[in-house]
């Protein structure tokens, strides 16, 4: 297993450089986390997918979570299928956990007859399911090809945009912390706030960067 997918944040108290969605996220779980879509937004490497499995993992147990990579792979059968599904409940977890969820990463992908289906589909979503979407665009202009209109879709979602401002300081110091806990470090923090900064803010390239071994003396 990559350092990124064994260190990835599990609790929503483990998320770093998100307070706002994190609080978020906090207050909508007050309420209950069911029977709503979320609509995460942000560059690559930040932790989008990340809290999409946090939130799904509020509601529902491994197997009754439905991931797919891109929105390419999740066509109107999908849909379908997604709809016929959702009216049931899943898998009882050992923690009590019985709900559904449904993570469809690079949601700007999805095709206009998919936005249609999925339209109907947030409109009667029950309350022990979630479907939540990730995209690397930001607003809704220019969000979709094909010329669609974003407003109705992202209206039927919690947006939930992250963000990419101040990261480097806490990316760092994670990134020491896993490279410590691996025996893979050997520079000071400086050297680690330099590489996020190279990589961007992507968490997923510095953890890559410390797993091939560049931050060893």
Avoid at 25 to 38: H, L, Q, T
Wanted: glycine fraction near 8%; aromatic fraction near 6%.
């Amino acid at each position: 297993m990559n350092l990124s997918e064994q260190y990835r944040p599990r609790t929503l108290s483990e998320l770093i450089g998100q307070p706002k969605a994190v609080k978020v996220v906090e207050r909508i779980a007050e309420r209950g986390i069911g029977g709503r879509a979320f609509w995460i937004s942000g560059a690559t490497g930040i932790g989008k997918t990340t809290l999409a499995r946090i939130i799904a993992n509020m509601i529902a147990q491994r197997h009754s979570i439905v991931e797919y990579d891109s929105a390419d792979k999740f066509k109107e059968a999908d849909a379908d299928r997604l709809a016929d599904t959702m009216h049931t409940y899943g898998f009882l977890s050992p923690t009590g956990l019985y709900g559904r969820a449904c993570i469809i990463n690079e949601a700007h992908g999805l095709r206009r007859a998919v936005v249609r289906q999925l339209l109907g589909i947030l409109e009667r979503l029950p309350g022990h399911c979630v479907v939540i979407f990730t995209t690397t665009r930001d607003g809704e202009d220019a969000l979709f090809e094909d010329d669609i209109d974003a407003h109705p879709l992202l209206s039927r979602c919690v947006q939930i945009p992250l963000t990419n401002q101040g990261l480097a300081g806490a990316f760092a110091e994670r990134a020491r912390q896993v490279a410590d806990a691996e025996g893979l470090n050997g520079k000071p923090l400086a050297a680690y706030k330099r590489l996020v900064q190279r990589c961007r803010n992507n968490m997923r390239a510095v953890l890559q960067a410390v797993e091939s071994g560049e931050m060893v003396e």
